[in-house]
């Protein structure tokens, strides 16, 4: 017999198994024994008052064996000769769109500009410890994309644009902890993520696909309005019978040969800003209403702030973004003479920091002085200047201009900094130097308002860390609503973060797989 139940628990009972089990056996008033299975479903905190509460759902099973945890099977067709279509990138669209393609029997070629998840660790490596930037293999680039290793969080608010669950369920099919199937915000984890990535390498490589690495796309192969592959920095010409274009929302050089072919692409709004760092003792403590001690069991807290601050009569909002408990900031440049910084958590995020990206939204009004000179790619070189005086008031390496907190919210240059997690290093300054006014301005009442609603959040003892501006693509690539192929280029599937229609692993996922089938039935044969 099968049957669900729902309770509100104590952290001791939600995060500890045995402490679970022994709960609803006493609740339910069962019989322990081998043949009784309890299987945790989900798993929420609420943390609204003092008392801190998990809400969970669980299912038992008594006298039967637990049905399977997921229905998803790595059960691929051999398509060595079937058709097949390129995929530029090979991050979460791209290779959810390759094992979409594989179901369907169809062959995909994955591209990737840079190195397999192992090798792309010495890139990292030598980022963080010798401030050399591999424009090819760093955070942004290698296989898994951006995701890879920085945090790995799979929580979405996009879950109509596909099927959510599979796409966890493919994750755990592939390696991953099935708490991503539990927990209300889902996270992998920075040391597990590559292992996943890999397994799903395997799995299109098994299946008779190919993954290519070190393969940097520089043209268009274009028959008139119809692109019939791509051309590499081999000078190696692959073809099929459509191209899908997941490279990501750090790919300049593809903007760059898109508006250099004509190919209509657009300005798109995004968010730019620092990162803040706290000791995670601070955020524990004002979210779990205690003196930041949260014990063995809760997690790592974690916050979502946002504000609206006007700025020469023009209103903006300024936002949490991509925050990471327990977690570490991370250099994420893609070119020598840049300084990017972003955030990653490990699996357990137990760090004794927590860092976030606090950002303010930019759109055509910021870009203005850019147009001139660079088009639609106004947005582009707007984010890529800030980047390069980042790195210009930092010293021209790897360390990053920070303030601490309070300093900048009352206009002082920090005399000492705080201990980072941040590996480079960093360097005292006035993030008035780095940020345009606009946006320097929106931050420091933006933190005031974060101040008053987390007492403990405007402190110096948490700092700035500049610049955080990767947090979207500032180019959209235009396709059709229905058909998402390019309205211009027949075959041609924009995808992902890097064509505007992502934010995120697994909605980056879930666009990938749509776009894989809808190639596979316009170009493909598949019904």
Do not use: W
């Not at 900031?329 to 357990?348: K, L």
């Amino acid at each position: 017999m099968r049957r669900e139940v729902e309770y509100v628990v104590s952290p001791e009972v939600a995060f500890d198994e045995q402490n679970f089990r022994n709960f609803i056996i006493n609740k339910v008033k069962l019989s322990d024994s081998d043949e009784l299975h309890i299987r945790m479903v989900r798993r929420s905190v609420d943390a609204r008052s003092r008392n801190i509460k998990i809400n969970v759902k669980a299912e038992i099973f008594e006298g039967e064996p637990p049905s399977d945890l997921i229905s998803y099977r790595r059960d691929y067709p051999n398509v060595s000769d079937a058709k097949r279509v390129i995929i530029v990138g090979a991050g979460p669209a791209g290779m959810f769109a390759a094992l979409r393609l594989l179901e369907q029997g169809i062959k995909p070629i994955l591209l990737e500009r840079g190195k397999d998840v192992q090798e792309r660790r010495r890139d990292l490596a030598n980022i963080n410890k010798k401030n050399i930037v591999n424009p090819d293999s760093n955070y942004c680039f290698g296989e898994g994309g951006a995701g890879t290793y920085s945090d790995g969080k799979l929580y979405t608010r996009a879950k109509k644009r596909g099927d959510f669950v599979r796409i966890m369920e493919i994750f755990v099919a592939h390696g991953a902890t099935s708490e991503i199937l539990v927990d209300a915000h889902p996270h992998i984890g920075t040391n597990k993520l590559p292992k996943v990535v890999a397994e799903i390498r395997q799995s299109i490589l098994n299946a008779g696909g190919e993954v290519h690495f070190d393969t940097r796309v520089e043209d268009f192969i274009l028959d008139g309005d119809r692109i019939k592959g791509v051309v590499t920095q081999q000078g190696d010409r692959l073809e099929g019978e459509a191209v899908i274009l997941a490279t990501g929302h750090s790919a300049r050089d593809i903007f760059i040969l898109l508006r250099d072919k004509e190919i209509e692409i657009e300005t798109k709004p995004y968010a730019l800003g620092v990162r803040i760092e706290h000791p995670q003792s601070i955020i524990d403590g004002i979210q779990y209403h205690c003196n930041g001690d949260r014990g063995p069991y809760l997690p790592a807290a974690s916050y979502t702030l946002v504000n609206q601050v006007q700025f020469e009569g023009k209103e903006k909002g300024v936002f949490s973004f991509c925050m990471c408990p327990g977690g570490f900031i991370v250099p994420s440049a893609t070119a020598p003479g840049e300084v990017v910084v972003n955030g990653m958590s490990p699996s357990r995020r137990d760090s004794k920091f927590a860092n976030s990206g606090i950002v303010v939204a930019v759109d055509e009004d910021d870009f203005k002085p850019f147009y001139k000179e660079h088009g639609v790619l106004a947005g582009m070189a707007f984010q890529q200047a800030i980047e390069q005086q980042a790195c210009v008031v930092a010293g021209g390496t790897q360390q990053a201009p920070a303030q601490r907190l309070g300093d900048f919210v009352e206009g002082r240059v920090s005399n000492a900094l705080n201990e980072t997690s941040y590996q480079p290093g960093l360097v005292s300054a006035d993030m008035r130097t780095v940020l345009p006014e606009q946006i320097a301005h929106r931050l420091k009442y933006g933190f005031k308002a974060f101040g008053k609603k987390m007492k403990g959040y405007l402190t110096n003892e948490a700092q700035i860390v500049g610049v955080e501006s990767r947090t979207s693509s500032p180019v959209r690539i235009p396709r059709d609503r229905l058909t998402h192929e390019h309205p211009q280029i027949k075959g041609l599937f924009p995808c992902g973060e890097g064509a505007g229609y992502a934010g995120g692993i697994a909605s980056a996922a879930m666009d990938g797989e749509r776009c894989a089938e809808l190639a596979a039935q316009l170009y493909c044969g598949v019904s």
